[in-house]
């Protein structure tokens, strides 16, 4: 039981690139979300899935995509990378009335 | 809007000593969770407990206890004794219940550094 897993850890993207942050969890939790971490603002959400198929905006959703096609998978997709997306990401599932669990995190920087 | 305020950005105290970190919270929900989550050096984030709102009793779990005080909108996190190991950022979270209760909002951290 893997739990949640993010791959890459760490990515070095050039402005207008696009890459997508892998994320899976093999709980099978319905519900799964993206956030990011900045320094001094704490985790804001980007995009949360409450099932396959089924997707919504979080706080700060502009310049990223999210699908949900399997209960596993939950990618983030940045368009056209900016500098202002180097970040820290973590991807969560679960939640509800039971705890969340986050991944290890990738740490994206954009030059 | 809910909104979670962590005004300590960073505490430091000696080791053994206890250090209570503040959390105040605002909601329009009369039903809500609230959350502590550590985030050690190395990065990744630990559940340290979740509450719901119609659960005020105070929570004690070794050196950690967390005050719940719906009247101040607070949920206060204490630490006893403290450990070089406490180190961390922790924050608070709040989620609304119902539909969409898993999303949630974060404070801003309180940087913790235990002093050996």
């Known amino acids: 039981n893997a739990g949640v897993t993010q791959t890459p850890k760490f990515q070095v993207l050039k402005t207008g690139q696009s890459m997508t942050l892998q994320c899976a969890q093999d709980?099978?939790?319905?519900?799964m979300s993206w956030y990011r971490q900045d320094p001094g603002m704490g985790l804001r959400l980007i995009h949360y899935?409450?099932?396959?198929?089924?997707?919504d905006q979080g706080e700060v959703p502009n310049g990223y995509n999210v699908s949900r096609s399997t209960t596993e998978d939950f990618p983030l997709r940045l368009l056209s990378a900016a500098p202002s997306q180097t970040s820290v990401y973590f991807c969560?599932?679960?939640?509800?009335?039971?705890?969340?669990?986050f991944g290890p995190g990738t740490r994206l920087t954009v030059l | 809007a809910q909104k979670v305020t962590q005004a300590q950005t960073e505490i430091s105290v000696v080791e053994k000593e206890d250090v209570t970190l503040d959390c105040v919270y605002e909601?329009?929900?009369?039903?809500?969770?609230l959350f502590w989550y550590k985030q050690p050096p190395s990065g990744e984030l630990v559940f340290l407990i979740r509450?719901?709102?119609?659960?005020?009793q105070n929570e004690i779990s070794g050196r950690y206890s967390w005050n719940f005080q719906k009247s101040t909108s607070s949920f206060n996190f204490t630490i006893t004794a403290s450990q070089v190991v406490d180190s961390a950022v922790y924050f608070c979270?709040?989620?609304?219940?119902?539909?969409?209760?898993?999303?949630?909002?974060f404070g801003t951290g309180t940087r913790l550094t235990i002093i050996p």
């Open positions: 979270a709040l989620s609304e219940a119902g539909f969409g209760n898993e999303k949630l909002t």
């Open positions: 709980m099978n939790h319905e519900y």
């Open positions: 509450r719901n709102s119609f659960d005020e």
């Open positions: 909601t329009r929900d009369t039903t809500y969770y």
């Open positions: 969560a599932s679960g939640g509800g009335i039971n705890e969340q669990f």
């Open positions: 899935s409450v099932g396959a198929g089924i997707t």
